[in-house]
């Protein structure tokens, strides 16, 4: 079973950059496409960016486009989520996702998921 583990949130001033980090194990890393979504609580989880199976292609939410980036390391098994110049309104709860990589499956939508990280963007 597929099991994500999210690190690297905290609390930091806008502006600021933030790391985080997302352990994977239980499956063979590279079969899986990997995302990153975040949560404010009351609204819907909103879909940030995505990255295939060995790192050579990536999409961005409009939101974050040049301000976030998403890595992956298939030797670690392991994605992160590099975030540069913080906004109040990025604060919210980061989540890991992953899904077996097809061709077929374009969206959004993601099978599996990490338990999530805080992040708190003070002004």
């Known amino acids: 079973q597929v099991q994500l583990v999210e690190s690297g949130g905290g609390l930091v001033q806008a502006g600021h950059s933030l790391r985080l980090s997302c352990a994977f194990t239980?499956?063979?890393?590279?079969?899986?496409?990997m995302g990153w979504f975040r949560q404010v609580p009351g609204k819907e989880r909103q879909f940030l960016a995505d990255?295939?199976?060995?790192?050579?292609?990536?999409r961005y939410a409009d939101s974050v486009k040049g301000r976030f980036t998403i890595d992956r390391n298939n030797g670690k098994d392991a994605v992160s989520l590099q975030m540069n110049s913080l906004k109040p309104e990025d604060t919210a709860r980061y989540y890991c996702?992953?899904?077996?990589?097809?061709?077929?499956?374009?969206?959004?939508?993601?099978?599996?998921w990490g338990q999530g990280t805080q992040v708190t963007v003070s002004s």
């Open positions: 996702a992953a899904r077996v990589a097809d061709a077929r499956r374009t969206g959004f939508e993601y099978d599996y």
């Open positions: 239980g499956r063979t890393f590279t079969s899986y496409d």
């Open positions: 990255i295939n199976t060995n790192g050579a292609w990536a």
